[in-house]
């Protein structure tokens, strides 16, 4: 029987709670982040809502917001795991982070300074041997391991990016444990932007709806602790679930744009159901990636009918968290997991009208009771990235 990778340990940093109690509870009562921006002035601005993670984060000031996050994150998966030192003192351990914007402060900090330091010795010094630095590296320094650190930009799919990433390394030997999921910070830099590009609701995310009219930009982390089956045994570690299937796939159609059939995220979907060894009536539940934008939302309802059978539930936890860019994918991972163990769907809340008839079962209104054996998280980016990762029940 070939090894599984399985997880061990989980941590969340989020718009709707910052470990996975609160997250969970929230998920379930309908709780969202959306909030009045906080930091920066919106006064001049057509948007003014988002949302943005509301308890204080250690290490701001010193390292940056996105490390700060997934540093938060990552000191809960590691005590969830119970990754002592001491009995893992040989083990080759692995960290992959995935985002979107890594540390923007250094970018905005030229920006908004004088003509006369724009990109002075000072600003090139601190871009060059400073911040932004590497995200994974600030994980990997402070947990006192001493393996490989990659930050993986793959746009808003970064976070399974990382996750099938780090499975790969724990079934081909790089590694012994890995220590993956995504992260962003709030920025002036990614609201703006958004903004520019006309995908940001204006009072309320409604993922897959008729009255859908874009998105609210988020921030968080999610971090996970890796390992092969057979090695968390011998730790007498608890198991999460099993990573069943991952797949990455790449479209060159438009930089924001996705094909308007899907492509990438069709061959992810289907990828991952053929890694997992599974068909397409097994999958039980669909994390969307349902950002509550018109074009993504229409062509995922369409990616998932191509791919699955009538009547698969499925449901997006965006209209509670927003959009947080690269750690959306590994929160949604988060939320697969839990669903998993708590058997339990968490609906897409804001959906009343769906946006199409639709051969799939939307999930609304209230959590639904549901034994789940296999559940999938789609993503998709900017630049055609696109992965799917399929969580078993432990």
């Not at 990828?271 to 669909?286: F, M, N, R, W």
């Not at 079962?361 to 559940?375: C, E, L």
């Amino acid at each position: 029987m070939s090894e599984s990778v399985v997880i061990t340990g989980m941590g969340v940093m989020s718009p709707v709670g910052c470990d996975e109690e609160s997250f969970w509870r929230s998920l379930c009562n309908g709780e969202s982040g959306a909030a009045p921006v906080r930091g920066f002035d919106t006064n001049d601005l057509s948007r003014r809502l988002a949302c943005q993670v509301k308890e204080p984060v250690e290490d701001l000031a010193s390292i940056g917001r996105a490390s700060a996050l997934a540093l938060a994150a990552a000191r809960q998966a590691q005590q969830d795991a119970r990754l002592v030192h001491e009995n893992i003192r040989d083990a080759r351990v692995s960290v992959t982070v995935g985002t979107t914007m890594g540390e923007t402060q250094f970018i905005e900090d030229c920006i908004s300074a004088p003509d006369s330091d724009w990109l002075n010795d000072k600003h090139m010094h601190r871009i060059m041997v400073g911040k932004p630095g590497s995200i994974a590296r600030r994980v990997r320094d402070d947990l006192g391991f001493n393996g490989s650190a990659l930050d993986l930009y793959g746009a808003c799919a970064a976070g399974n990016l990382a996750i099938e990433r780090a499975k790969r390394q724990l079934l081909d030997g790089s590694c012994d444990i890995a220590i993956a999921g995504g992260a962003d910070g709030f920025s002036w830099l990614a609201f703006v932007g958004f903004m520019r590009l006309r995908v940001m609701a204006e009072e309320k995310c409604m993922p897959f709806d008729t009255r859908r009219d874009g998105l609210f930009v988020g921030e968080g982390a999610a971090v996970f602790v890796m390992e092969r089956e057979s090695d968390a045994r011998a730790r007498g570690v608890r198991i999460r679930a099993r990573i069943a299937g991952a797949s990455v796939a790449c479209e060159c159609y438009h930089p924001t744009r996705p094909h308007p059939d899907g492509d990438g995220l069709t061959r992810a979907a289907k990828g991952a159901i053929d890694d997992a060894g599974l068909t397409p009536s097994e999958i039980e539940y669909v994390c969307a990636h349902g950002t509550g934008t018109p074009q993504n939302d229409a062509i995922e309802v369409k990616v998932m009918e191509q791919c699955f059978p009538e009547g698969v539930a499925f449901s997006s936890v965006k209209a509670l968290t927003g959009h947080t860019m690269g750690a959306a994918a590994a929160i949604e991972a988060a939320c697969c997991i839990l669903s998993i163990e708590h058997k339990m769907i968490v609906p897409t809340w804001n959906l009343e009208q769906i946006l199409q008839p639709c051969a799939l079962d939307p999930v609304m209104g209230k959590p639904r009771s549901k034994p789940i054996q296999f559940a999938m998280n789609n993503s998709a980016g900017f630049g055609g990235y696109n992965s799917s990762v399929i969580f078993a029940a432990a």
